[in-house]
């Protein structure tokens, strides 16, 4: 099947909408053509002749949210990890292919990927909203962990995907999740955040962080910290204040090879950070303490919790912080003649995973849980990209879309329009 319009061939687009982050591209290319934050930022235009007429104007995109309004609230679509706000995921997509893409969404068919514990009713929203509002010729919704293995090679993995939101270790065989393997927490990039801020102002003797548009730069001249506006609501400085987080975060955090002591540490070396304000820090064990909760299990709360929170699609684990005993879980809950496949596949991907020593604490622990002749293994060779490491679910996407033969793995519109939007669970495993 080939999609032409106006006598051309159209190609496919791939769109990755995570928590943090969307990228969008088109299906063949090596990156995402397009990065942006997936929030959306609202405010009430009240129309001051009539005092009933309140018009809500949208904002979204680095540009548009890049300096604060009155008002201007920001918001996610995303609640515990899942899509709770059709109306800004609606406009998320539409800014992709409006803004970003520069396309119309009737023109190119379109790969859009998933979490593997997507709810089923989720599924089946996404495929509706994707052919009803935006008249997509064809669609295919396909899972992050099977698009990561894809990007390296891979049919048989286990993917780790650590990013904003949440840590999900799923495993792949013969390119199909494996459900049952499915277990995740909601500890990632987020939490860094929060815990990255106490970090440095705790370095800062208490004084708070700024957020971004409180910072003012002239070049040659030190920068200057504009007054607090009353005005401005919470989330936007929340939003704002997550630029100079992140950045702190990519500079300072580091994670050791075996779990850290932080009393054997406390003669390591400071690190001297500038923040983006330009005030200096001198930052000791902290670098290795915010990081360690990645792999901090807490047994204590492990098996009561796990009980409640049986989800749809694979585990919550709420209280399970460790990554390596996610992964470690996820292994023993597939069939014992895969583990030793899984264990030599070990593949990393979402943000949180790029922080240094992340990956060679991961094979350690997973290493010392393992049967004593099972070698745990890195799918990833050390010379790949970071970008390859970071966005292999939409670089998985894009090699997917453009193979000759999944061109028969879209659904049409016309299957849509004949069977409905279950027909996501039939085509899309
Ligand atoms: N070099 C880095 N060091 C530390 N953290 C990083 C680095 N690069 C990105 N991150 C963090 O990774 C997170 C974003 O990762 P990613 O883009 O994979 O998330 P996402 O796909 O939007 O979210 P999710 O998959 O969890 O829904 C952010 O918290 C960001 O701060
Ligand atoms: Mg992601």
Not at 60 to 73: I, T, Y
Not at 309 to 320: I, K, R, S, V
Not at 398 to 411: D, E, K
């Amino acid at each position: 099947m080939s999609f032409s319009h106006g006598g051309d061939e159209v190609g496919s687009l791939v769109m990755d909408i995570g928590t943090l982050n969307t990228k969008a591209g088109f299906a063949g290319e090596d990156t995402p053509k397009a990065i942006f934050p997936s929030f959306v930022g609202t405010r009430n235009m009240q129309d001051k002749m009539q005092e009933d007429n309140n018009e809500v104007r949208y904002y979204v995109g680095h540009k548009q949210l890049a300096s604060p309004k009155d008002n201007l609230q920001v918001e996610s679509p995303f609640e515990n990890g899942v899509i709770s706000n059709w109306d800004h995921m609606e406009r998320i997509i539409d800014h992709a292919y409006t803004a970003r893409l520069g396309v119309k969404s009737c023109d190119h068919p379109i790969l859009m990927t998933e979490v593997p514990y997507q709810p089923r009713q989720h599924r089946e929203q996404m495929l509706s909203l994707l052919f009803d509002k935006f008249d997509a010729p064809a669609v295919f919704l396909a899972k992050n962990p099977v698009l990561s293995a894809f990007a390296h090679g891979k049919y048989t993995a286990l993917v780790v995907d650590s990013g904003a939101y949440g840590t999900c270790v799923t495993p792949v065989h013969d390119g199909y999740a494996l459900t049952r393997g499915i277990v995740r927490n909601q500890f990632a990039g987020f939490s860094l955040d929060t815990l990255t801020k106490q970090l440095l102002e705790k370095a800062r003797k208490g004084e708070s962080v700024h957020p971004l548009y409180r910072i003012q730069k002239t070049k040659g001249k030190p920068a200057t910290i504009l007054p607090q506006d009353s005005n401005i609501h919470p989330s936007y400085v929340d939003y704002s204040l997550r630029g100079v987080l992140h950045d702190a975060k990519e500079q300072l955090l580091k994670i050791s090879d075996a779990p850290f002591d932080e009393q054997r540490n406390k003669s390591i070396p400071l690190q001297n950070y500038e923040l983006l304000d330009g005030s200096l820090v001198d930052i000791g064990t902290d670098r290795f303490v915010v990081p360690e909760r990645l792999f901090a299990s807490d047994e204590r709360h492990n098996n009561a919790q796990q009980q409640q929170q049986n989800d749809e699609m694979g585990e919550f684990m709420p209280h399970q912080n460790a990554v390596h005993m996610l992964a470690h879980e996820s292994i023993m809950r597939c069939d014992a003649d895969i583990r030793k496949d899984l264990y030599a596949n070990l593949i990393l991907t979402g943000g949180t995973t790029m922080i240094p020593g992340f990956a060679k604490r991961l094979e350690n622990e997973l290493q010392a849980r393992a049967p004593m002749n099972i070698k745990v293994k890195p799918a990833i060779s050390s010379a790949a990209l970071p970008t390859e490491k970071k966005y292999s679910v939409w670089i998985g996407g894009s090699i997917l879309a453009s193979l000759g033969s999944f061109q028969q793995m879209w659904i049409t519109k016309q299957e849509y329009q004949e069977q409905g939007a279950a027909i996501v669970h039939k085509k899309c495993p």
